[in-house]
Nanobody, 116 residues
Framework: QVQLVESGGGLVQPGGSLRLSCVVS????????LGWFRQAPGKQRELVAA???????NYADSVKGRFTISRDNAKNTVYLQMDSLKPEDSAIYYC??????????WGQGTQVTVSS
């Protein structure tokens, strides 16, 4: 079994920054992709950023140049540094762990609100 626990969400003003963290525990495959998705009210869940265990990254166009995903494999942790935040970035952010299958595991989500 795999568990994901996110932290770091909160309220921030437009133009501000937040850093999300997600710790993955349990039986972890060496080959995996860790990522962040978000879901705003009335919208579908969408990919924000993802990073493979080999270091390949993928970003949504809407966050390129503002968000940075990174991971510490020794700590089984993935981070999302979010800079220059906009009100439209407000959503619940979910950590995702994906392995061959594909099999997906999700965290409980953390709220990010960008508002003045």
């Amino acid at each position: 079994q795999v568990q994901l626990v996110e932290s770091g969400g909160g309220l921030v003003q437009p133009g501000g920054s937040l850093r999300l963290s997600c710790v993955v525990s349990g039986t972890i495959s060496r080959l995996n992709t860790l990522g962040w998705f978000r879901q705003a009210p009335g919208k579908q869940r969408e990919l924000v950023a993802a990073m493979t265990s080999g270091g390949i990254t993928n970003y949504a166009d809407s966050v390129k140049g503002r968000f940075t995903i990174s991971r510490d494999n020794a700590k089984n942790t993935v981070y999302l540094q979010m800079d220059s935040l906009k009100p439209e970035d407000s959503a619940i952010y979910y950590c995702n762990y994906r392995i061959i299958g594909p099999r997906n595991y999700w965290g409980q989500g953390t709220q990010v609100t960008v508002s003045s």
